[in-house]
């Protein structure tokens, strides 16, 4: 079981980025999908961004392309999320998940999951 580790959360004025980071471990990085997940109170968990093992494929929601990047560096062990123009809407936890098989954009079909990490975006 590969294990996931988010940080980079806070709190930012709206018109603010932040990177958001997960820290992998356990197996081996470079054969996992990864992908960012957010959730907000009394809201289902939605898809925001995911790439593929190798980095070449990307995939970002409609309401994120423009603004948010996803990224990783194999040799790191390390996915991002760049989030740049933050929304008061962008508020939820951000959750960081893991597979071996090809990405997809929902949820369940994610078996490794990190902790989440906090995003609050002040209007």
């Known amino acids: 079981q590969v294990q996931l580790v988010e940080s980079g959360g806070g709190l930012v004025q709206a018109g603010g980025s932040l990177r958001l980071s997960c820290a992998a471990s356990?197996?081996?990085?470079?054969?996992?999908?990864m992908g960012w997940f957010r959730q907000a109170p009394g809201e289902e968990r939605e898809f925001v961004a995911a790439i593929s093992q190798s980095g070449s494929s990307t995939s970002l929601a409609a309401s994120v392309k423009g603004r948010f990047t996803i990224s990783r560096d194999n040799a790191k062990n390390t996915v991002y999320l760049q989030m740049n123009s933050l929304k008061p809407e962008d508020t939820a936890v951000y959750y960081c998940?893991?597979?071996?098989?090809?990405?997809?954009?929902?949820?369940?079909?994610?078996?490794?999951w990190g902790q989440g990490t906090q995003v609050t975006v002040s209007s």
């Open positions: 998940a893991a597979t071996t098989l090809h990405f997809s954009v929902l949820h369940y079909e994610w078996p490794n």
């Open positions: 356990g197996r081996t990085f470079s054969n996992y999908a």
